[in-house]
Structures are given as C-alpha cells and as structure tokens.
C-alpha cells in the first residue's frame, strides 16, 4: 500500500509537476490534495511543455487514476477550459475525476479576491493569483461554500447560491460591484454540470479499492511550505496546507501513514508574490538566476522573487512535513557561476539564529551565507550521478547535510528524463 506525498519544500514552483509526471509511471492514482487552480505544475515531455493548474500531474498517464480530491478548491469553468485545452493536444482526459465535496470557486470569489488585494496597502499584499482561492476557502470555513456535489442538485444549487447571494451581495454593493445574478450563475452551473458531472463521484470508493489492492497512490502538492496557512509566512500565505500532513486528510486518506514524503526544492529559490525572502537577491546575480532558470510564473507570468538556497528554511520545511527525502531540482541553472552561495542561518537584532524565526522577525534576518566551488561546466545531458562535475556533487552532498534530509534525485533539465539517482550515502560522510 505506498502512498507517497510530493510536497513543495520551499515557496513553490519547485518542480512538483515535472516530479509528479515522472513518479506516475510507476503509480496509480495521482490526487491533488489541496488549493485550486492558483497552481501552475509545468511538465514536459516529448518537446511540448504542458502548464497544469487544477488537473493533477499524472494526467498524461494514460493508466493512471486522476483525482481532485475533497481538499481542492475548484473552479470549474477553468477546469473545463483546461481539459479542453489538453484534450486539443491530444492529451486523454478520460481517466480524471472530482471529488463530490471539493469546494466550488465560484465568480463572486474572483471578484473578491481582486477586492480584497487591492484594499491592502503595499507591503501588506499577499500578490495573490486572484483565482479565488482565499474567498473560497473562506467560505467553506463559514459554511457557506458550494461543493462540487451541489452542480448535481439542482434544488439544493438554487437555496446555495441563493444563500452565497445574500451574504455576499452585501461585500460586492458596498464596493460599487453588482449583486450576484443568481438566475444567470444557475446557468453557469448548468454548463459546468454537463461538462464535469459525470466525473463528480465520491473518489474515497476509488481510493479504498486501490489502497485494499495495494496500490501505488500519488498525493500532489500545490505550492510549497512557506506558503502554507499555519506553517508558512502568515500572512503571506495561501488558504490551504500545501505541507505533507494535510495529503491524506485532503484526499481522504484519514491518518495513514505516509509511507515516503518527498519534497521538492530547486537548487536555489524562488518566490512569487509578497512576503519575507531573506535569502533574495536584487542585483545581477538574482537577474541571472531568473533568465537562466526562466523563472516567470506559470500562472500569472510574474517574474518570480530569485535567491540562493536558503537551508534555514529547508530544515524548516524538513521537519515540518516529515520529509523522508529530497528531489533537488534545476541543478543545470547553477552551471554558469563562479561561485554558489547558500544561506545557513540568519543575522537577526545582532545576534545569529539557525530556527526559521517567526514572519515579522524574518523581514530583518540578513543571510548568512556559506560558498560552495561552481562547476562552470553543462550538466544537462547528464543522466548518472558520476557523469557530474565533482563540484556538483559536492553542492548536491551539502544540501542534503545542511537540510538534514537524503537527496534521492536531482533534475539537470524540464524533460521527463532529465533526472538522475543519487546514491545514498551515510549521514555525515561528504559533509562540506
Ligand atoms: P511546480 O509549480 O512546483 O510544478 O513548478 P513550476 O512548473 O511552476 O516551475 C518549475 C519550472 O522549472 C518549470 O518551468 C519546469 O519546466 C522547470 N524545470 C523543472 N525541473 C527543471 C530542471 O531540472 N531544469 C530546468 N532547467 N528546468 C526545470
Ligand atoms: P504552484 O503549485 C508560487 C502565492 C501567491 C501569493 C500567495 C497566495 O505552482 O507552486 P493565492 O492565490 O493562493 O491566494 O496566493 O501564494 N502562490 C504561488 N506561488 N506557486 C504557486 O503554485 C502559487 N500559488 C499561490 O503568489 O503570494
Ligand atoms: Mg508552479
């Protein structure tokens, strides 16, 4: 019965997508346990890059069971949107199915969530996605969100948009925006139920014969630990818990145990959106990370915030999410510097601290930085650990002594095959 959790071990845009792609051929249903369609999971394989927002990594698995499960947020129009777009590309989407009791994000949330951003002055915004996602999950909180099961009730629909109508329309007037039109969003519903109500089911049937026959279960990650609700930079956060503990409670799991918690972490950082980022770099060297590792966001195609790796924060999100071990990702954007700098602990009020300290505190921590030899030299068509540069292996043997968790594997490029194993090595040996 292995379950395994992909998580984001930094602030997201790890490279949970491409991982997920590539550990799916070995599974057999992949669940998105969390957040919606703020995502943007990049995968590509056989030269055409796919950018994934609510479906689940493991879609072009042709085998595979997709599942959104009952912790995502789901905009269902843009999911629809999203099938098409892969179906278009001859990508089968027959195998992907939603969760009855996911919530719905429905179009007054967008609205909000654009509201609620632009009333926060500027180092208060979160820069979120605007896709809804905190207005919807507010509403579940509240009781008085829409689930995915409602689409297939019609009455029941009516007395819940109805009910969000009369809630809402309170926000919306008070900002100048119209009231909610319950006929017309009734229609939209309407439209959302005939091109996603065969795939709303109740997924813990599905989950429960793959668990009693022992099979392979992929929980997915969105975003990452720093971002998340409890764990992360409040209240730079999103409204749900990207972080391990919460896969099987998102997918309907209950308190299993996981059996491999993996988190994914670029070989340097990157954040998009607001918030502390201590280890950010403003100057040539965070430009240079940002072109070489074209780090623009899948989602909205803002320039992501870049910086060297910030063990610090990887110890942090280690123990956070009971990590078992590490996929490093991105190694080849490292193979132009001189010189690779990684922060392992932080200058705070004159004194040094090597715990994450808590958000407000993090705005005032200067790195501080230990330098590792760069290798000046390609290794993007490496495909064995022996085929990199000797400098490289030593970066990669740091962070895992540094972090405090095992590296399993390391990507030396976006394309499916452009990962390597790393062979374990006992704690301590190779330290830097
Ligand atoms: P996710 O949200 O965690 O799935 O990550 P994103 O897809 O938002 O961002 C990761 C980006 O890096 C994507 O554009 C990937 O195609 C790309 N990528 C992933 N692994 C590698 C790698 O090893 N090398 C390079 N150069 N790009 C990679
Ligand atoms: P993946 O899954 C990077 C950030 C936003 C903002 C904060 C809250 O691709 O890693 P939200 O729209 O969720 O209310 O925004 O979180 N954010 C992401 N940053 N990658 C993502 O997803 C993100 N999803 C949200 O920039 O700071
Ligand atoms: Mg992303």
Request: with cysteine.
């Amino acid at each position: 019965m292995p379950v395994l959790a992909v998580v984001g071990a930094q602030w997201g845009d790890e490279g949970k997508g491409r991982v997920v792609d590539w550990l799916a051929a070995d599974a057999d249903v992949v669940v998105r346990y969390q957040g919606g369609d703020n995502a943007g999971h990049t995968v590509v394989h056989g030269g055409q890059v796919h950018k994934l927002h609510m479906v689940p990594s493991g879609i072009f698995r042709r085998e595979v069971q997709n599942i959104i499960g009952a912790g995502c947020a789901v905009n269902p129009w843009a999911l629809r949107d999203e099938l098409e777009a892969l179906s278009s590309r001859d990508v089968d989407v027959g195998n992907l199915w939603i969760d009855e009791r996911a919530h719905l994000v429905m179009p007054w949330h967008l609205q909000l969530d654009g509201i609620e951003e632009d009333t926060r002055a500027g180092a208060d915004q979160i820069g979120t996605t605007r896709r809804g996602i905190g207005p919807c999950y507010t509403d579940k909180a509240a009781r008085r969100g829409l689930r995915a099961g409602d689409l297939l009730r019609p009455d029941l629909l009516r007395e819940r948009v109805q009910a969000a109508a009369r809630w809402h329309d309170i926000t919306l007037g008070h900002f100048g925006r119209p009231a909610i039109d319950v006929e017309a969003t009734l229609r939209l519903c309407a439209e959302a139920a005939a091109s996603l109500g065969h795939r709303i089911v109740d997924t813990t049937a599905q989950l429960e014969v793959a668990l009693d026959l022992d099979r392979t279960v992929l929980l997915e990650g969105q975003l990452g630990v720093m971002r998340d609700l409890d764990w992360g930079i409040y209240p730079f956060v999103t409204s749900s818990h990207p972080t391990a503990a919460f896969a099987p409670a998102g997918a309907g799991l209950g308190a299993i145990t996981l059996d491999d918690a993996i988190g994914v972490c670029k070989a340097y950082a990157t954040s998009v959106g607001g918030g502390p980022f201590p280890t950010e770099l403003l100057d040539e060297t965070g430009a240079k990370l940002r072109s070489v590792g074209a780090e623009f966001g899948a989602t909205t195609g803002r320039p992501r915030r870049c910086g060297w790796l910030d063990v610090v924060a990887l110890r942090y999100a280690a123990r956070r999410n009971g990590l078992t071990r590490l996929i490093v990702t991105k190694l080849d954007v490292l193979d132009d510097f001189a010189e690779i700098a990684v922060a392992d602990g932080y200058h705070l009020d004159g004194r040094v601290v090597e715990r994450l300290p808590t958000t407000a505190d993090q705005a005032r921590c200067q790195p501080r930085y230990r330098t590792f030899e760069g290798w000046r030299v390609a290794t993007t068509a490496a495909r064995s650990w022996s085929a990199l540069p000797a400098a490289a292996q030593r970066y990669v043997r740091a962070i895992e002594s540094l972090g405090g968790v095992p590296v399993s594997h390391v990507s030396v490029g976006a394309e499916r095959d452009a990962i390597l194993a790393v062979p374990p090595t006992a704690a301590g040996q190779d330290a830097p």
